[in-house]
């Protein structure tokens, strides 16, 4: 199975997906091909009908529909690199149909509970002087985990005010006053603790390595238990409330789409739409004949 799936790993890199997408269709292959061995099936001779009957089964056990359309699109770019190694004869995927996906609105947190979880890291030591900058820049910048996390020094520049972030798409993103001091604040010391490593990560734990995706969760999660904020917390979550509460301040959508990275303004739509319920929640709860 590691062949394989090292094979599938170089054919999804030549395609220049995220980091995130790749990581994604990577285990979702690695759970189907799983799923076939258990069954005694080989992924060259499998049918249509085994495909589907493997979405049946992830929906039994209580896997969503947008975890289980984007399992069919990571099993479709599989066979077809199967197909074009001719490994196989015909690709099964081909007369599949996407699940539909019902259009959920991003859940976000109040901008009072946004300046209670930022307020949580305290102290002079290490680690409260990152976890501030961090959670200051996560919510300043609205950019992704994957892309706070792959930060260098030289991404940044206090001077100017901005960072630069490499995504999907590159662009320069204006850092304000708040978030500035916290990082300019966390540079110094990380300098100072690190100076003799080499690490280009921004943020990095303390051995002076570069944080990983599941440390910055570990560290998002403890901070929201701290400020008792009762909905399920993800850096997506900052990165919508980020986004939502620019559009109620008045932002237009073109500029939000180049901060957020958006290749599509209709992904970031969704922002207004959140904001237009607000809207409509906050009359029928205030005027009198609503």
């Known amino acids: 199975?590691?062949?394989?799936?090292?094979?599938?790993?170089?054919?999804?890199?030549?395609?220049?997906?995220?980091?995130?997408?790749?990581?994604?269709?990577?285990r979702d292959i690695k759970n189907f091909l799983l799923y076939l061995e258990?069954?005694?099936?080989d992924y060259k001779n499998i049918k249509k009908a085994n495909i589907i009957a493997y979405f049946l089964y992830m929906q039994k056990k209580g896997r969503a529909t947008?975890?289980?359309?984007?399992?069919?699109?990571?099993?479709?770019?599989?066979?077809?690199?199967?197909?074009?190694?001719s490994s196989i004869q015909s690709d099964p995927t081909l007369e599949i149909e996407t699940p539909k996906i019902?259009?959920?609105?991003?859940?976000?947190?109040?901008l009072e509970e946004i300046e209670r979880l930022l307020a949580m890291p305290k102290g002079e030591d290490f680690k409260a002087i990152r976890d501030k900058a961090m959670l200051e820049?996560?919510?300043?910048?609205?950019?992704?985990?994957?892309?706070?996390?792959?930060?260098?020094?030289?991404?940044?520049?206090?001077?100017?005010?901005?960072?630069k972030c490499n995504g999907n798409k590159e662009r320069i993103i204006p850092l304000g006053k708040i978030a500035l001091q916290s990082?300019?604040?966390?540079?110094v010391l990380r300098d100072k603790l690190f100076s003799d490593k080499e690490e280009e990560a921004l943020f990095v734990n303390n051995k002076g390595e570069r944080m990983t995706r599941q440390g910055f969760w570990k560290i998002l999660k403890y901070y929201a238990n701290l400020a008792n904020i009762q909905k399920e917390i993800t850096p997506n979550?900052?990165?919508h409330s980020f986004a939502a509460h620019l559009i109620e301040n008045g932002a237009d959508l073109k500029s939000?789409?180049?901060?957020?990275?958006?290749?599509?303004?209709s992904t970031t739509q969704i922002y207004a739409e959140l904001y237009n319920n607000k809207i409509g929640e906050v009359y029928k709860k205030s005027h009198p004949r609503a």
Do not use: C, W
């Open 102 to 110: 019902e259009k959920k609105l991003p859940s976000i947190l109040s």
């Open 66 to 85: 947008s975890s289980i359309s984007r399992s069919l699109a990571a099993i479709r770019s599989f066979y077809r690199m199967l197909y074009k190694k």
């Open 237 to 239: 979550i900052i990165r």
């Open 256 to 265: 939000l789409q180049e901060l957020l990275g958006h290749s599509d303004i």
């Open 183 to 187: 990082l300019e604040r966390y540079i």
């Open 1 to 26: 199975m590691e062949d394989i799936l090292r094979e599938f790993d170089a054919f999804l890199r030549n395609k220049r997906l995220s980091e995130n997408t790749l990581e994604s269709y990577i």
């Open 38 to 41: 258990e069954n005694k099936l």
């Open 137 to 163: 820049v996560l919510y300043a910048s609205g950019i992704r985990v994957s892309e706070i996390i792959n930060l260098n020094v030289g991404d940044v520049n206090l001077k100017l005010g901005y960072l």
